[in-house]
C-alpha cells in the first residue's frame, strides 16, 4: 500500500512546487541492470548574501525564495536585530546575490572569523558566538496536542513535494494547531528554516503559538534555530543528536522525533503536550510513494 498525495494545496500560504522546471534537472543514467533510466535531480546554485556592504556568506541553494533565505539567515545568525529597520532587499539573479540594507550601520568582521561548520548537509555555517543568544531566550509554555501532531503529519506526508519527487533535499513546514502555513525545501535543512524564519520577519508572523517540522534529524543547529525564532515546538518524522536534545532541555523547547503514523517520541518539553487522542485510533503509516529523502 502506497501513500496516496494530496494535490489540494489550498489551505498552504506556501507549497512545494515540484514541477518548477529550475529547481530540478533531467538526467539520463543507467540502473543495476544496466538499462537506461531518466529521472529528475535537485539543481544546487551558490547564492551570496551581503547585509550592507559587507559579504556574509555563500550558500548552495536551490535558488527559489532567495530574499527570504537572506533574511532567515542573517535573523537566525543574530545579524539582524529585532528593531533594525529593513530599508530594502535586492535580489540579482545574474549576479547569484541577495543585500539587505538597514537603517543601522553594521560590521560583523569579528564575528565572521568565529564561525563553525555544522553537521547539516550541503554544509551550513553557524557563527560562533550564536549560542550566546539562547540565555535571552523565553518560550512560552503554549500546549499542543497530540491530535494536531498526528493531523500535521498525516498533512505534510502526503503533501506532493522536491523530497517525494527527487529525494535529496530536505523540508521544513510552519504549522499552527492542526494547520500547515509554509512549506519550504531545501538542499540544507539549515537553509529550508532560513527560509521559514525570512518569511516569518517579512509578514510580521511571531512563533509563540506556532510548530516547526523538519523532514530532518532534530540537530543542535535546528533547536537554536527553531528557539531563536520563538517557536516552542520542533517535530520531526526523523531522529535526535545528543546535542539537540541538550540545548533543548536547557531552553525549554519541546523535542518531538520519530513521528511516524502513531507514533512519536518526546524528549524535552512534554510539559506542553496536551494528550487529547488515543494513539490507538490512529492509523499506521503506510509505505512512501516517490523517492526515499535522506534524513
Known sequence: MQLALDPDL????????????????????VDQDGAETHMQVVEE?????????QEIVTAMTIGDYPEYLALGFLRNQRMLRPDDEITRVDYDEELETVVVRTARQTDYEDKMRRKTRTSGCAVGTVFGDMMEGLDEVRLPQTPVTTS??????????????LYLAAGAIHG???CQDDRALVYME?????NAVDKIAGWMLAERVGG??????????LTSEMVIKTAMMGIPVLASRSGFTAWGVEIA????LTLIGRLKGRRF?????????????????????PRRSGRKGEA
Not at 148 to 161: D, E, K, V
Open 186 to 190: 531545501d538542499v540544507g535543512r539549515h
Open 148 to 161: 494536531a501532531l498526528y493531523a500535521l503529519s498525516a498533512r505534510i506526508n502526503r503533501t506532493p513535494s
Open 249 to 252: 532541555r536547557k531552553v525549554g
Open 45 to 53: 546554485r551558490p547564492l551570496t548574501i551581503y547585509l550592507n556592504r
Open 172 to 174: 521544513t513546514v510552519l
Open 208 to 217: 509563540a503559538d506556532k510548530i516547526l517540522y523538519t523532514t530532518g534529524r
Open 10 to 29: 489550498s489551505d498552504y500560504l506556501i507549497a512545494p512546487d515540484p514541477t518548477a522546471a529550475r529547481l530540478t534537472r533531467g538526467v539520463r543514467g
Open 265 to 285: 517520541i518526546c524528549l524535552s518539553g512534554e510539559e506542553r503536550l496536551l494528550r487529547d487522542m488515543d494513539p490507538a485510533s490512529v492509523a499506521e503509516e
